[in-house]
T-cell receptor, first 114, second 114 residues
Framework: AQTVTQSQPEMSVQEAETVTLSCTYD???????LFWYKQPPSRQMILVIR??????QNATENRFSVNFQKAAKSFSLKISDSQLGDAAMYFC???????????FGTGTRLKVLA | SAVISQKPSRDICQRGTSLTIQCQVD?????MFWYRQQPGQSLTLIAT?????????ESGFVIDKFPISRPNLTFSTLTVSNLSPEDSSIYLC???????????FGPGTRLTVT
């Protein structure tokens, strides 16, 4: 069975600085998708970034980028120029190609310090 | 991306009663899911809501406790039956549009059972 692990329950970053959130996963599949979602206190889940396993290039969305290491089964999220609005719970998620179902990690609470 | 609404946004229910949560999408979608998020926890998939057929439940979730309807491609309901305090959670619906594997989430329903 697939698993997703986020080993950092909580992280803090100074405003305008850079922070990296860690995620590791376990799967025997070769074709899958990885996601980072943000859940602010309002609880609306927002998709931050997506990575297809078959793509070697790391995904980037504005200030958000990932470091995808397929062999190591690692999928970290880097947030550059952190803003107060980035404060939220961040969830890493995995989906095997063809199933559309997600497996979520336990989440990392990010605090942004002014 | 799809715009998803849920009703009610929150409710307080008595033990032994039931609550039905509605999920409405502004466009036709291929797949809809229901998740539970217990306080301070990650998201756990309850079931996949299949249009025109019975929902597909994940391990640990049963139809008698969590009956789901999906009468068309834009609407679904989740009922949480015979409520106990352990059912106090946030319940979220999500949808997949096309074949992107990206899920879009509703704002959630916060259920408190007294």
């Amino acid at each position: 069975a697939q698993t997703v692990t986020q080993s950092q329950p909580e992280m803090s970053v100074q405003e305008a600085e850079t922070v990296t959130l860690s995620c590791t996963y376990d799967t025997s599949e070769s074709d899958y998708y990885l996601f980072w979602y943000k859940q602010p206190p309002s609880r609306q889940m927002i998709l931050v970034i997506r990575q297809e396993a078959y793509k070697q290039q790391n995904a980037t969305e504005n200030r958000f980028s990932v470091n995808f290491q397929k062999a190591a089964k690692s999928f970290s999220l880097k947030i550059s120029d952190s803003q107060l609005g980035d404060a939220a719970m961040y969830f890493c998620a995995y989906s095997t190609s063809g199933t559309y179902k997600y497996i979520f990690g336990t989440g990392t609470r990010l605090k942004v310090l002014a | 991306s799809a715009v998803i609404s849920q009703k009610p946004s929150r409710d307080i229910c008595q033990r032994g009663t039931s609550l039905t949560i509605q999920c409405q999408v502004d466009s036709q979608v291929t797949m809809m899911f229901w998740y539970r998020q217990q306080p301070g926890q990650s998201l756990t998939l309850i079931a996949t809501a299949n249009q025109g057929s019975e929902a597909t439940y994940e391990s640990g979730f049963v139809i008698d406790k969590f009956p789901i309807s999906r009468p068309n491609l834009t609407f679904s309901t989740l009922t949480v039956s015979n409520l106990s305090p352990e059912d106090s959670s946030i319940y979220l619906c999500s949808v997949v549009q096309g074949v992107s594997y990206e899920q879009y989430f509703g704002p959630g329903t916060r259920l408190t059972v007294t």
